[in-house]
């Protein structure tokens, strides 16, 4: 039905409650994969939600460097989470965190790509489901 993946990865050594925080910030990172409204008989609205499964995975953190890596020399849109990002409180500060790192030094901890199948199956090899 898609021609398109989305995946998630996260290194896999992040507590419980810092997966399902990455995952949250990490899906909502791309305007194109959020649908329209929904309502139910009653005329009660509710939030869009994404359009397109999306399959979590998990690495090490130096395969999700890899990971990482790859989907920045293939010039794959990527949503980004960092591990200084859990000890900021908004948008502004996660923005500014990551300005601070040059790629081959960023804490990362969690990537979201989306871009045809085969090409986010290359970039992501080595991960697991997440489990």
Do not use: C
């Not at 992040?14 to 899906?27: E, G, I, P, S, Y």
């Not at 395969?63 to 849109?77: F, Q, T, W």
């Not at 804490?107 to 997440?130: C, F, N, S, Y």
């Amino acid at each position: 039905m898609f021609d398109t993946k989305v995946a998630l990865v996260l290194r896999d050594d992040l507590a419980l409650w810092q997966k399902l925080n990455v995952t949250a910030f990490l899906t909502s990172g791309r305007e194109e994969l959020i649908g329209t409204a929904y309502e139910d008989a009653a005329g009660n609205s509710y939030n869009p939600l994404l359009v397109q499964p999306v399959i979590v995975l998990s690495s090490d953190a130096a395969g999700l460097k890899k990971i990482y890596e790859r989907a920045l020399s293939r010039d794959v849109e990527m949503s980004l989470y960092i591990e200084d990002m859990f000890s900021t409180g908004h948008d502004a500060a996660n923005r500014a965190t990551v300005k601070n790192y040059s790629p081959e030094d960023m804490p990362v901890v969690g990537i979201a790509v989306r871009d045809e199948k085969k090409l986010v199956d290359k970039i992501t090899k080595g991960a697991k489901l997440q489990s």
